[in-house]
């Protein structure tokens, strides 16, 4: 299987280096000098490629669903910070009868932190003694804080506590990959929940996972939609 990149960074190029552990061959790598467009020559290149693998920025993010959608390309977006676009890029993906994927973090591990924060959150909802938090680090140089697993977690703690009050603190220093802690907090005692990344190598995995997930499918998906066919064995 054919992809392409958008994105030239850190992630497009562990991307490439892991693309071949999927049996997928990297064809074509778009980037601020080279964008995405819809025009002929971009065509030829994306001829035999099914899927691309959106790693660049929020300001780009709709954009690319939308010249994705022009070539008729099936999309994974592994970029945070635009989710306040989803409607907008539903309809898009609705018209154009593409499919996306998409997550606030394409990580196998989190995306399973995701069902124990769900299943947690429910626990102690029934505790009233306890209140819960939010920690979350990454690099000096990712640009949206909370980030958006941090966001999303909080959701998902929100949701099965019955609260909107979930409080969220962001570090952004040095090289740190991301760590994300959930934590219930009493008088007697604090339990915590801990998902840290020890690279990027988990991102590459799940983005490359969903990219051969949606090839032939259409419509909008959260990556948690790939993770509970992988769980079920479909």
Known sequence: MNVALIGSGKMGRMIRGMA?????????????????????????????????????????????????????????????????????????????????????NFSLGVNLFYKIADYAGALFAACSRYEPYLLESHHKAKKDAPSGTALALASILGSAMNRSDIPVTSLRAGYIPGMHEIGFDSRSDTVRLVHSARSREGFADGSLLAARWINGRTGLYRFADVLDDVLSGT
């Open 20 to 104: 071949a552990d999927y049996d997928m061959t990297v064809t074509a790598v778009f980037d601020i000098d080279d964008p995405l467009r819809d025009d002929d020559e971009t065509k030829r290149r994306l001829d035999a490629v099914p899927v691309l693998i959106d790693f660049t920025v929020p300001d780009a993010a709709l954009p690319n669903v939308r010249t994705a959608a022009l070539l008729g390309k099936n999309l994974v977006v592994g970029t945070t910070g635009w989710h306040d676009s989803l409607p907008a890029v539903g309809e898009i993906v609705r018209s154009a009868g593409i499919g996306v994927v998409y997550a606030a």
